[in-house]
């Protein structure tokens, strides 16, 4: 029977040790744990692979979400429309900086719905914070010019969205700040938690550079508060030997994603997100690829009966739903949602083969 798990940790490090290991042998042997020049190329590699003016790494995605909100002078009173359809930390980040999270329903997307957006705006509004989920861009064309019509910011949680485009610009450029994630199982994935805060303003980099380690500027001064929020040394060597692949790793994700989009477009039981496509104005870098399925529970038992690991977004429970955060927003079409969406396997990991497997194993749910 086929095994394949819905992403294979261990692989992580064993397909690239041969790339890994001798830059984190070099690390150790120099004793460059803490900010050291690794983290700084790292930094400047990324910037220029997102053509942004600067990228700061901190010790994980949510952390960037906090310094860029922080950084972009959003807080108390503050109202930010960030979608439900995202992980719990990027409406966490919003409450930690004192603002108050308003939230909104996704489209056919699965991305922030530009016209939710329009019914959520109030006088309070300062930030919208659309969510790059699975490696797609929202329709930021929109949400540009909504925001500047209304004197908004953007801030994007871009942590799915590395190396994601639309129109050639790469996902956490739009706004004044965007924010990446290097969990394992993310698209740029180190050996713990990582990430970064990306922009293009001076001011707001200033801002989080300094928020990232003690409030201390170059000299080692302290001249305001800040956390302790560094990119781990370590981690950024891991990083920076990965960057160098990552065309590679998202065009295998895009090559799976055409085998299951060439695969299962006839099964009328499920929607599928749009094809990799080369000439359109997405490039899409598939960090998911979540379908919509009739007897969505049924397809995951039998996957799981073939060996195939499957998984629902947040554990299956979008924001507004989790009861314990004191939020309340009717949101029907995010509910809706939650009862037919699920991943199939989709990783750098993947063979055209495996998502054949994967293919059969659908059609053969739906007895196609
Ligand atoms: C992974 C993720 C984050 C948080 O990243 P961490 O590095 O785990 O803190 C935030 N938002 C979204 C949409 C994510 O998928």
Redesign the pocket.
């Known amino acids: 029977m086929s095994t394949i798990p819905f992403f294979d940790y261990p692989r992580l490090y064993r397909d690239d040790a041969a790339l890994v290991r001798p830059a984190m042998d070099d690390v150790l042997e120099r004793g460059a744990y803490i900010l050291q020049r690794d983290v700084e190329d790292f930094e400047h590699r990324l910037g220029e692979f997102v053509g942004a003016r600067h990228v700061i790494g901190v010790a ?3 952390d960037a ?1 906090l310094l860029a909100l922080r950084g972009a002078g959003i807080g108390p009173g503050d109202e930010v429309i960030v979608p439900s359809h ?2 719990v ?2 409406v966490a980040a919003i409450h930690f900086v004192g603002a108050t999270p308003v939230l909104v329903e996704c489209g056919d997307d699965h991305l922030i719905d530009p016209d939710d957006v329009t019914r959520a705006v109030s006088s309070r509004t300062r930030a919208i914070m659309p ?1 790059q ?1 699975n490696g797609r861009v929202a329709d930021m064309d929109r949400l540009e010019d909504f925001a500047a019509a209304h004197d908004l910011l953007i801030i994007e ?1 871009a ?2 969205g590395v190396g994601a485009r639309l129109g050639g610009r790469a996902a956490g450029t739009f706004g004044i700040a965007g924010t990446y ?1 290097f ?1 394992p199982a ?1 698209i740029l994935g180190c050996f713990g ?1 990582g ?1 970064a805060v990306v922009t293009n303003d001076d001011d707001v980099a200033a801002s989080v550079r300094l928020l990232r380690d003690h409030g201390r500027d170059e000299d080692g001064r302290v001249i305001t508060w800040g956390f302790n929020s560094r990119l781990d040394n370590l981690q950024a060597a891991v990083l920076n030997a990965k960057l160098s692949r990552i065309d590679d790793m998202i065009q295998q994700r895009r090559k799976v994603a055409a085998v299951y989009c060439e695969m299962l477009a006839d099964v009328a039981a499920i929607e599928l997100p749009p094809a990799p496509d080369d000439a359109g104005p997405h490039y899409d870098a598939f960090q998911n690829f979540e379908i919509e399925a009739e007897d969505r529970d049924g397809l995951r038992s039998h996957l799981r009966r073939r060996g195939i690991g499957s998984l629902i977004q947040w554990g299956g429970t979008p924001v507004h739903q989790m009861s314990g955060l004191g939020i309340e927003a009717v949101l029907p079409r995010t509910d809706r949602l939650f009862e037919r969406c699920v991943m199939l396997p989709m990783n750098q990991f993947l063979t055209e083969q495996d998502a054949k497997t994967v293919g059969d194993a659908v059609r053969e749910h739906y007895s196609l």
Do not use: E, F, I, M
Request: hydrophobic share 30%.
């Open positions: 994980n995605g949510t979400l995202t992980y930390a990027s969510v989920l949680d942590a799915q994630s969990y993310k938690d990430g």
